[in-house]
């Protein structure tokens, strides 16, 4: 049992360690940190010029949805991108062909992407001080660290189902791409998810993301677990389900592809 749990573990950051090879191991330190202070500063301008443009004054909220945006696109599109490259670049025949449990292999390119996501808040956190004059005397940094952890555990489920969506469709990046731009409205990233129509608020209620980002935004503003702790169990629940779906969808798929050979005709 003790050397099944240890095989499984190894075999999870042996993946976790491949999929960063792939991914960040052409990158320098300086454009890896340059991207990251890039795009969050960049885009957290845009949209406080787009509020101040229908009125909204305070640019706070603003700057804090987008810097707790970061680790949920990190973990839609980087999970998207993993999986899909593994058929683009000729390793999904290799992994479908292993005899390893699928979970480990699957799970473990999430790691990287969850470990990015976490730093780019970090990157962003600071700026947004410096620059934006944003007040932390009232943070509840041990829970604001929790929240934006979990918010990049929970996106990769998205990015599960989404990185299986491009194995089989052509059209799946573009679905993904869709998707984040998505985010910028629907899960209070730019304003709050109450000034939503029904059925738009209803779809937020459903994704992860819409409450970590909530209660990541209590915490800033020094609220205690008592009253995030409804929000972040209903994160961990939704992001359990997406990660639960987002891997049946893949299992599903690969056995339909031993049939049909129909990840190999597209």
Request: glycine letters at 10%; charged letters at 10%; proline letters at 5%.
């Amino acid at each position: 049992m003790i050397k099944s749990v240890i095989r499984i573990v190894r075999l999870y950051f042996f993946q976790a360690w491949f999929s960063y090879r792939a991914l960040f191991a052409w990158s320098t330190p300086f454009n890896y940190f340059a991207s990251k202070m890039g795009f969050p500063f960049f885009s957290m301008l845009m949209f406080i010029f787009m509020g101040k443009y229908v009125g909204l004054n305070d640019p706070i909220y603003i700057v804090i949805g987008n810097i707790l945006l970061l680790p949920s696109l990190n973990g839609v599109s980087g999970m998207s991108m993993t999986i899909g490259g593994e058929k683009q670049f000729g390793a999904l025949s290799y992994l479908l062909g292993s005899p390893a449990p699928r979970a480990p292999l699957f799970m473990g390119r999430a790691f990287f992407h969850i470990l990015d996501g976490f730093i780019t808040v970090l990157v962003a956190l600071p700026l947004a001080i410096l620059i934006f004059h944003l007040d932390m005397s009232q943070t509840n940094f041990l829970l604001v660290g929790f929240c934006i952890l979990l918010i990049s555990v929970t996106a990769t489920g998205m990015g599960f189902i989404m990185g299986t969506v491009t194995l089989v469709s052509r059209d799946g990046w573009m679905i993904t791409s869709t998707l984040q731009i998505a985010f910028y409205v629907v899960i209070g990233v730019n304003f709050p998810v109450d000034l939503l129509p029904p059925v738009l608020r209803a779809f937020s209620s459903s994704l992860p993301m819409t409450r970590g980002i909530q209660a990541a935004r209590l915490a800033l503003a020094g609220a205690g677990w008592s009253e995030i702790a409804p929000l972040v169990l209903g994160e961990i629940l939704i992001g359990a389900i997406y990660i639960l779906i987002g891997y049946a969808t893949f299992r599903f798929t690969e056995r339909a592809s031993m049939k049909s050979g129909m990840l190999d005709n597209l």
